[in-house]
């Protein structure tokens, strides 16, 4: 094999795993971005639940809310006057 020929040879060789690697990083280029895509819906829904979540709490937790709970499932009620016994240091 003459040297123009190996040359030849070496550079058409170089030239196609030079496209191969381009296909291959094109490809996963959309791979990644497709999974990009997916993981910004991902989030967007998580942080739809998030803030509903956040508002269930705040409307679960008001204190007219927790006093009527108290009241009728646990049968709470404020202390008598005589039933308070004051602790002193």
């Not at 795993?17 to 690697?21: H, I, K, T």
């Given at each position: 094999m003459t040297p123009r020929?190996?040359?030849l040879a070496t550079v058409s060789v170089l030239c196609l795993?030079?496209?191969?690697?381009l296909v291959y990083a094109r490809f996963q280029?959309?791979?990644l971005f497709a999974d990009s895509?997916?993981?910004s819906k991902e989030r967007d829904?998580?942080?739809?639940?998030w803030r509903r979540l956040q508002l269930e709490q705040g409307a679960l937790?008001?204190?007219?809310?927790?006093e009527r709970l108290a009241?009728?499932?646990?049968?709470?009620?404020l202390p008598r006057s005589d039933e308070i016994v004051m602790v002193w240091q």
């Open positions: 020929a190996f040359s795993a030079s496209a191969l690697a280029s959309r791979v895509q997916a993981l829904r998580l942080d739809i639940e937790a008001t204190s007219a809310r927790v009241r009728t499932q646990l049968e709470m009620r």
